[in-house]
């Protein structure tokens, strides 16, 4: 691990791998948890995590970097079901990537138990990842001006649903009801960082 100064009172640190990411974001809340972390936020990303407000940051900056990436965590948090319909315009070109008929794309996506990596882009968009490597697909060459809430989307090892209409590049295989981001709601996001994710389909997919 290597542990950057941000500021007078955060680090950066920096992992090798999304999944040493997310076992360090789990080990770090837990500490916090036990009150043996002070800290106002933990932020996981793609490879690093970041340490906003600490107490002491030079002190876990010298910690951190002699330690070990910790183990990655038991996923005992509830599982989310999220509803889907595969009704997505790119569901046929994610199946060309896959050498499989649509049918078959949709099932190996809904038969995937997924883990929310880190959370970005929008409020409520989580970065999922549990499909295996040569699942990842490009994103489109050229971006929607307007993707849809709710559009369930691939892009290189992730996948994400947009909990709102914006631009976006990512390829659309479904959609969802489900409703990602709500402020009268605490958590205000359905998908936080650690959970676990499954999709259902709906009808006959």
Same mark, same amino acid.
């Not at 970041?50 to 876990?60: K, V």
């Given at each position: ?31 916090? @948890?036990?009150?043996?972390? /002070? *800290?106002?936020?933990?932020?996981? #990303?793609?490879?690093?995590?970041? &340490?906003? %407000? $600490?107490? =002491?940051?030079?002190?876990?900056a ?23 319909r595969?009704?997505g ?20 996506? @809904?038969?995937?138990?997924? /883990? *929310?990596?880190?959370?970005?882009? #929008?409020?409520?968009?989580?970065? &999922?990842? %549990? $499909?295996? =490597? ?20 691939l892009?290189?090892?992730?996948t ?19 409703v ?8 205000a996001?359905?998908? /936080? ?13």
């Open positions: 691990m290597r542990a950057l100064p941000v500021g007078d009172d955060a680090l950066l640190v920096e992992v090798s791998s999304g999944e040493e990411a997310q076992a360090l974001h789990a080990v770090l809340l837990r500490r916090r @948890a036990e009150g043996a972390l /002070t *800290v106002r936020e933990i932020v996981p #990303a793609a490879r690093t995590v970041l &340490l906003d %407000g $600490l107490a =002491d940051p030079d002190r876990w010298a910690e951190l970097t002699t330690s070990r990436v910790p183990q990655a965590p038991s996923r005992a948090r509830e599982l989310i079901e999220l509803p889907v595969y009704d315009p790119d569901l046929a070109v994610v199946a060309g990537h896959w050498g499989v008929t649509e049918r078959e794309a949709a099932r190996i996506h @809904a038969g995937t138990e997924f /883990t *929310v990596a880190f959370c970005g882009f #929008a409020p409520g968009f989580g970065y &999922l990842t %549990g $499909l295996p =490597d040569h699942y990842a697909v490009p994103r489109r060459a050229t971006p929607r001006t307007a993707v849809p809430a709710g559009a369930v989307a892009a290189g090892p992730y994400g649903v947009y909990p709102r209409s914006s631009p976006g590049g990512w390829q659309l295989i479904g959609t969802t009801d489900a990602l981001w709500d402020h009268t709601r605490t958590p996001a359905l998908l /936080t960082p650690g959970a676990r994710v499954r999709f259902v389909p709906l009808g006959d997919a």
